[in-house]
């Protein structure tokens, strides 16, 4: 089969939108999340992302989008047409990302998929990526009903979160990677701020100390439907379990958590998150790979 050799890539325009959506029609049927986010894909600031086109012969035949968080880069919904599989529109639309994000200074560039998938896998493999985490996405049906106050359980300070996190040792370098939204960047004081500003963070302890915090953030301003995504920040198995029942309480203080349509967490595998998660009744969804590749 000829390499995708007349394959030109550009910038996506609103006016893709039908094609783009047929593509995934095709490829994910109802499942894809992508017709949610294009609106908001499509018009993205250059500083925070784009959405990239690959044509052939006047056709689109695949895209990804690539999101920006200072100098790393993310790759997500990479997808190509079913009938023009294993031509190399996988491979060179890698590599038009990789140049993009080569040229704007991003020194890593990262993406998750389904372990499952092993033609993903073998594509990133192949483009010397490496697998770096391995996280399980898990989710919370119905409602969830609140626990009584214990006064143990409250809203947690920028300032105590900090003390908290240098204690641990988890704001120091190498910083580990922590899901925004599917996205997953180096936690450090920004991503931490910019948590604290668009979502809440609960903490267990006295007025003196926290033992152990979550945040919570809603995913609609990824301009995806309004889930709560829970990540936790330290604690043991018995404390998760304590602030996971206090969540709702917290939820109850804004009015943009209204029409909340379910909770969600990615924890590592094999992490006591991920046991608390369980023993609180979250049921187990994909298991995921992060890969990554240095840009040096
Ligand atoms: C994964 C996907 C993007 C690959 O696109 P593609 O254009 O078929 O890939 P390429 O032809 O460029 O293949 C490049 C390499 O990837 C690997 N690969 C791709 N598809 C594969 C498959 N089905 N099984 C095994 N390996 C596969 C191979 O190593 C291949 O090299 P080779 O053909 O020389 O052996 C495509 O199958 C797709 O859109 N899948 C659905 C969406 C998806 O899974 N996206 C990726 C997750 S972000």
């Not at 302890?205 to 979550?214: C, F, I, T």
């Not at 602030?243 to 943009?256: E, G, M, Y």
């Amino acid at each position: 089969m000829p390499e995708a050799e007349n394959l030109s890539t550009r910038r996506a325009v609103r006016d893709d939108k039908a094609e783009v959506l047929e593509i995934c029609e095709r490829v994910y049927g109802e499942r894809d999340y992508l017709p949610d986010v294009w609106d908001n894909w499509v018009s993205n600031e250059p500083s925070s992302g784009e959405f990239r086109i690959g044509m052939t012969d006047g056709r689109i035949v695949g895209f990804y989008h690539l999101a920006y968080r200072g100098n790393q880069s993310w790759m997500e919904s990479l997808r190509v047409d079913i009938g023009q599989r294993r031509r190399g529109v996988g491979r060179r639309l890698t590599h038009d990302a990789l140049d993009r994000v080569t040229e704007r200074g991003s020194r890593v560039i990262r993406l998750v998929t389904s372990q499952k998938n092993l033609g993903s896998r073998g594509l990133f493999r192949g483009q010397a990526f490496e697998e770096v985490l391995f996280p399980h996405y898990m989710k919370f049906e119905g409602a969830m009903h609140a626990g009584s106050d214990n006064g143990q359980v409250r809203n947690a300070e920028r300032d105590e979160i900090l003390k908290f996190l240098h204690n641990s040792g988890s704001l120091a370098p190498p910083h580990f990677l922590s899901p925004l939204w599917w996205r997953w960047w180096e936690f450090d004081e920004t991503m931490l701020d910019e948590l604290l500003v668009n979502g809440s963070a609960i903490g267990l302890g006295d007025n003196r100390n926290l033992e152990a915090l979550l945040l919570l953030n809603m995913t609609s301003r990824f301009g995806y439907k309004n889930s709560v995504q829970i990540t936790f920040l330290g604690g043991t198995i018995q404390m998760m379990l304590t602030l996971i029942k206090h969540i709702p309480r917290f939820l109850d203080q804004t009015s943009s958590n209204e029409g909340i349509t379910g909770y969600f967490s990615i924890p590592t595998t094999g992490s006591e998150a991920e046991t608390a998660l369980n023993q609180a009744s979250f049921h187990y969804g994909t298991e995921l790979v992060v890969v990554q590749k240095l840009l040096t």
